[in-house]
């Protein structure tokens, strides 16, 4: 699991952990990972950490491959990710800050699902999680890059999975709105429908099981991806373009 010493990352942990039940919980916070750990152990579970941040592609793909060697994965969920919005004042997003969402929030999950449902397809079982949002559908212009990323990753989670469901493996892409989590709380503006990440964790836990293709939730999200497909583009570029930025 990536982004275990996030919000939503450390409430699938803890949904997760039970006896019998092995745990590689990876993060870039050292303190909040080792505290995530420590409460998974004491639920029953057998849990190791890797304090890494996967931005640096080329060491987590290294340490993808050590640890499925070591003891393969059967589940896998790349739960994270970065946000941000345009700055106040600025009149597009910063370049660096694009960059580096461009890295976390595609190239590396995309790349390290692709390693290891590679390695899945072979032992002809697996599951990967993927979590995206439901930013994607729309062309938000004050998070161009977080809206863009996200979109880049749900196009890839579905030509992944459509590749490797003959090799047994299924791929689940979760779309979800807020999330109530200390990082969703620093971004400004308002919440509507704000999930709380025990609620979203164990949702997604369900749709693994299941093998979904696609989870969005909540379920009006559904709804706004469809009215954004059928608006005529001027009127949604009018309404998209109206929306000021979270400040």
Request: a positive charge; aromatic letters at 6%.
């Amino acid at each position: 699991m990536t982004g275990a010493s996030g919000g939503l990352g450390g409430a699938l942990a803890r949904h997760y952990a039970k006896a019998g039940v092995r745990l590689s919980l990876w993060g870039r916070d050292p303190a909040r990972l080792a505290a995530i750990a420590a409460d998974c152990r004491a639920a029953g579970a057998q849990a190791q950490v890797r304090s890494l941040d996967i931005g640096d592609v080329d060491a987590a793909l290294a340490a993808l491959a050590e640890d499925d060697a070591e003891e393969r994965f059967d589940l896998a969920l790349f739960a994270s990710g970065r946000g941000d919005v345009r700055a106040a004042g600025d009149l597009v997003e910063d370049a660096a800050m694009v960059a580096r969402m461009g890295t976390v929030n595609f190239t590396a999950p995309a790349a390290l699902s692709a390693a290891l449902a590679a390695r899945m397809a072979e032992r002809k079982s697996g599951r990967i999680v993927l979590v995206g949002s439901a930013a994607a559908f729309h062309a938000l212009p004050f998070a161009a890059a977080y809206s863009g990323t996200k979109a880049g990753l749900a196009r890839f989670a579905d030509a992944l999975r459509i590749g490797v469901a003959r090799h047994g493996v299924s791929v689940t892409l979760v779309s979800p709105g807020f999330i109530d989590t200390a990082a969703g709380r620093k971004v400004p503006g308002p919440k509507p429908m704000l999930m709380t990440a025990d609620a979203v964790a164990a949702r997604i836990a369900r749709a693994a099981v299941r093998r979904q293709a696609h989870l969005v939730l909540p379920w009006p999200f559904i709804a706004l991806r469809w009215l954004d497909r059928l608006l005529p583009r001027l009127l949604r570029d009018r309404v998209l373009g109206g929306l000021a930025p979270p400040g």
